[in-house]
């Protein structure tokens, strides 16, 4: 209840600020079946630009409390880590093999909560080939949780860099990518490599209207 109370305290405090430094255009990939408010239990996957996609999408899905999977050098930030962490912040420690943020997320899952996931797990560097390889953790979340994807595309123009632009895809659901005649590593690589390339036409698309 603190994170949610809290939560509202930001979003409504910011939001005449985020209005400049974001400016954020939303696009629906079909908004007669996803648009900005998100009902029921669900896991968000993103691109990953910058520090500031979470940011961003504190207000893009302003209706509800997103609970984001965060890299341990962010909280190890101070005062920033405690914020994160009041915010709601998912601590993942990618230096050792804990997978405790993987628990606390389906535990949010299964309360009927929404969990925040980049993929990529870390901020592609200059020159490197975007989207970078996904990591399985969002198609095994999904799977264990039984709970869908809403893949997400941003342009990552914060600040000075443009208009931020942020493309919604419509939900992938867990069943519709099982094959019984694989095993589980195999659905679960079979998920990732669908929802990158999901995430991949999303981007694609957004260029396209962009123009528009």
């Known amino acids: 209840m603190l994170i949610k109370l809290f939560n509202w305290f930001v979003k409504i405090t910011a939001w005449p600020a985020q209005k400049i430094v974001f400016r954020t255009k939303v696009y629906c990939q079909d908004k007669s079946v996803q648009g900005r408010h998100i009902k029921g239990a669900a896991i968000i996957a993103s691109n990953h630009t910058s520090v ?20 341990e050098v962010l909280f190890d930030k101070k005062p920033l880590g405690l914020f994160l962490k009041m915010l709601g912040g998912i601590y993942v420690d990618r230096d050792v093999r804990n997978f405790d943020f993987m628990y606390k997320s389906e535990e949010i899952l299964k309360k009927g909560g929404v969990v925040g996931v980049f993929p990529e797990s870390r901020i592609p560097r200059k020159g490197e080939a975007v989207p970078l390889e996904f990591k399985p953790g969002t198609a095994y979340l999904s799977l264990s949780a039984n709970v869908p994807v809403i893949p997400v595309y ?11 632009r942020v493309m919604i895809g419509t939900p992938m659901y867990p069943k519709d990518y099982i094959d019984d005649s694989l095993d589980e590593k195999e659905n679960i690589s079979r998920f990732t490599d669908a929802l990158r390339q999901r995430i991949i036409e999303l981007g694609n698309e957004l260029n396209e209207r962009s123009k528009n």
């Open 52 to 71: 500031f996609d979470y940011a961003a999408y504190l207000f893009v899905f302003f209706t509800r409390t997103l609970r984001v999977q965060m890299a």
């Open 154 to 164: 941003t342009n990552g123009r914060y600040f000075c860099a443009g208009r931020a």
